[in-house]
C-alpha cells in the first residue's frame, strides 16, 4: 500500500515541473523505493552510490551543526537535485535544465518533496 500511495503521489506532485529525466526515491540506506524515467545506468546502483554521498554531506553538516535541505550537483549537461524528505528518505531528481529557470524548477520540487511528506511519509 505504501509504495502504490507513494508511486501515485509522486507522479502526480512531479507531473509538469520541465527538465526532469529521471526521478528516484530512496531511504537513508539507499534503499530504492520508486524509480520513473530513463536510466543510462542501474537505478539501484545509482540510489546506494547516492546515498553514500548523502551520508558524507550528512556527516559534514553535523559537524557545522547544520542540517542538510538539499544537495545540487551540476555537469555538463544535467543537474542532479537531492531533496531529504522527512528524517530517513530523499528524493532524487536528474535534470536537464537549459532555458529554464532553476530557481523556478527548485520551488516547485520543494512544494512537490512537502506533499509527499505531508500526504504519505508523516502518517
Do not use: C, W
Not at 506532485?13 to 534503499?31: C, E, N, R, T, Y
Not at 542532479?80 to 536537464?96: A, E, H, P, T, V
Not at 537549459?98 to 506533499?115: C, P, Q, T
Amino acid at each position: 500500500m505504501f509504495n502504490d500511495n507513494l508511486k501515485n503521489s509522486l507522479d502526480h506532485a512531479l507531473h509538469g515541473i520541465p527538465g526532469i529525466i529521471s526521478v528516484l526515491m530512496i531511504d537513508q540506506d539507499g534503499k530504492l523505493l520508486y524509480k520513473n524515467g530513463r536510466f543510462d545506468i542501474s537505478p539501484h546502483e545509482l540510489g546506494a552510490g547516492i546515498a553514500v554521498n548523502l551520508s558524507a554531506i550528512k556527516i559534514a553538516g553535523n559537524l557545522l551543526k547544520q542540517e542538510m535541505n538539499t544537495v545540487l550537483a551540476e555537469f555538463n549537461k544535467m543537474k542532479i537535485y537531492q531533496i531529504q524528505i522527512g528524517d530517513q528518505y530523499f528524493l532524487i531528481l536528474l535534470l536537464k535544465i537549459k532555458d529554464i529557470y532553476f530557481g523556478e524548477v527548485r520551488l516547485k520540487i520543494n512544494k512537490a518533496a512537502d506533499e509527499i511528506h505531508n500526504k504519505i511519509l508523516a502518517k
